[in-house]
């Protein structure tokens, strides 16, 4: 097999009989083999099981009875359940928790046939820039093992990326998809708020996330959006907004209407080579006969800062259920109940975590919840207005998906405010519920991935991916 296929790819071979899912599943488990013990990238790795279920999807195809993503070998984040799997949100708090139940996306991946590999390292609890926040050690960018692959699905993109699978599940909830795409050269997919649902995704911020995909191009992820995507009646959040067929809906060859930033092209944080490549590619895009205009979005600077007390105030509360009584990890022979609870949260969660249920804790308080929970809702629903507004003159907005290319490891982890600056491209479209997509479009001059992040208006999925499948195909290099 051909390293790094795509899934079509795969399946013409599946469907020919030039390949079995049997043989497609040993060539990632040899790939994981080879390169996990550096990378870290997956926490679990199912090999027997996966062996087993290929044969069973091999037979299944045989018959011509397979489901619609046969063969595909997906990896999943440690945020979402898989029955009597282990999940420990990259924690230690969940010590020995196994899933009792399928979160929903895997039950619908598993009803057509894909195959569950392993089980992806991330930032704990979903929070993080970088991947270094695991309890289980950083995962390693592939292109330069020196850099991080960004956070905090960083496992899910260095499995697509060093194609130990052909893809993986993650989550978004401030650019935990789309950063780490672009840090390690792959598709990554925020749809739409509400699109998918999160039934049996362990909660951080839960206005907020989004289940992602990570692909080596934009057909694989159209397709398995539009399995895992759609009505659930056990998650009341999510839209009965009928699911495109979005993998035939590809085909782009209109001229359209594209803004972008001007305060992110003069933002101090950008690094330079990240815009002139950002310019050269709207550069492009004039070239090729779209009308692309800057244009000002005035409350961008307080994305940032929105997204920090929101999603910190609703962590600390979504945190508040591991407490050593009913999941995972108890500290041993404690004195009495109180100081079991707090001895087990105390050493049960890293650093990171505690730092935000403190300041989540302290923005929902009885004297700052109004400054600060409160005017940030406020100022959330302005920010997600006026965006909505600026889609309504454009067909699509553009911007580098992160201020930097993969920085080294260690680099900015002293420093909890560098790190959050590296979600200063990803939040906008979080805060607003919009759906997303990072494409890898160039490399700098160490040969670390760039990526280019499309934004538009809510549901409009099937644009979105034609318009980045355009993009990945006439303006990447
Ligand atoms: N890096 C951001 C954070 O630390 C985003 C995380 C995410 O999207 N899960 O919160």
Redesign the pocket.
Known sequence: MQANSTYQQIRQQLDGGKITCAEVVSHYLTNIREKDTELNAFLSVYDKESIQRAKEVDDRLSRGKAGKLAGLVVGIKDVLCYADHPLQCGSKILDGFNSQFNATVVQRLLDEDAIIIGRNNC?EF????SCENSAFGPVKNADNTNRVPG???GGCAVAVQADMCTVSLG???????R?PASFCGTVGLKPTYSRISRHGLAA??ST??VIGIFSNDIRDAALVLEVIAGDDEIDSTVSKKPVSKYSDELDFDKKVKIGYFKEIVESEAINEEVRDVFLEKVEQLKAEGHKVEEISFPLMKYALPT??IL?TAEASSNLSRYDGVKYGYRIENPKNLESMLKMTRSTGFGH?VFR?IMLGTFVLSASYHDAYYLKAQKVRRKIKNELEELLLDYDFIVLPTAPSTAFELGSKTEDPME??L??LF??QA?VAGIPAISVPVARDKDGMSIGLQIMNKHFEESSLLAFGDYVMSSIAK
């Open positions: 930032d979903a929070m993080g820039s956070g905090s699905s989550t978004d909830t401030g650019g935990s998809v950063q951080y911020a907020f996330d997204y920090y999603t990171e935000r790190m959050y590296a979600d990803t939040v979080s």
